[in-house]
Antibody, heavy 124, light 110 residues
Framework: QVQLVQSGAEVKKPGASVMVSCKAS????????MHWVRQAPGQRLEWMGW????????KYSQRFQGRVTSTRDTSASTAYMELSSLRSEDTAVYYC?????????????????WGQGTLVTVSS | QSALTQPASVSGSPGQSITISCTGT?????????VSWYQQHPGKAPKLMIY???KRPSGVSNRFSGSKSGSTASLTISGLQAEDEADYYC??????????FGGGTKLTVL
């Protein structure tokens, strides 16, 4: 069965960086795009960007451009998201989520499997 | 990219139907039939309920349906049940490989 297992909670100081990992199992990792979505406490879902696990191509929301980097390790079936220059407003649960694909087509904005979420707290 | 607009809350009694709207622009909802809907219970990851405006993934109840008119998409839940109480988010493709979520709607089952 498909599983996305994320790394544990992090506490960071303002200005620091954080890296969240997302280990995939139960499917061919390199055949899918992985997205990153965050949710601040009591707030809405916010799309951050994606990485094509096959060729490493990335795309980020303009809101995070320059601060976010996604990479992957195909040998470990793991995607990573690094967010730099952290500020208190970056306190949130960060999710990885896989593109939904069916019948040979993948559907933009549809994510069928999600990680359990990683709480990142930014506090001095 | 601005968030899509959803009502903050909706409510309904068991057995009734409710509809949640999701208003975007001609750059996202209005231009693509790539609207999806998610259900999120407290402390849980979102669950995909609808994709491509009106299609249901395997395993999702047919009480959930989606539609779109112009730049507004809608999610309808019929035969409301207690377990439907959750937050609901719409999401749309916005071109250039970018997606945008809505502000979220809290559904209360009375």
């Amino acid at each position: 069965q498909v599983q996305l297992v994320q790394s544990g909670a992090e506490v960071k100081k303002p200005g620091a960086s954080v890296m969240v990992s997302c280990k995939a199992s139960g499917y061919t990792f390199t055949s899918y795009v992985m997205h990153w979505v965050r949710q601040a406490p009591g707030q809405r879902l916010e799309w951050m960007g994606w990485i094509n696990a096959g060729n490493g191509d990335t795309k980020y929301s303009q809101r995070f451009q320059g601060r976010v980097t996604s990479t992957r390790d195909t040998s470990a079936s793991t995607a990573y998201m690094e967010l730099s220059s952290l500020r208190s407003e970056d306190t949130a649960v960060y999710y990885c989520a896989r593109d939904y694909c069916s019948g040979g087509s993948c559907y933009q904005g549809a994510f069928d499997y999600w990680g359990q979420g990683t709480l990142v707290t930014v506090s001095s | 990219q601005s968030a899509l607009t959803q009502p903050a809350s909706v409510s309904g009694s068991p057995g009734q139907s409710i509809t949640i709207s999701c208003t975007g622009t001609s750059s996202d909802v209005g231009s693509y039939n790539l609207v999806s809907w998610y259900q999120q219970h407290p402390g849980k990851a979102p669950k995909l309920m609808i994709y491509e405006v009106s299609k249901r993934p395997s395993g999702v109840s047919n009480r959930f349906s989606g539609s779109k008119s112009g730049s507004t998409a809608s999610l309808t839940i019929s035969g409301l049940q207690a377990e439907d109480e959750a937050d609901y988010y719409c999401c749309s493709y916005a071109g250039s490989s970018v997606v945008v979520f809505g502000g979220g709607t809290k559904l209360t089952v009375l």
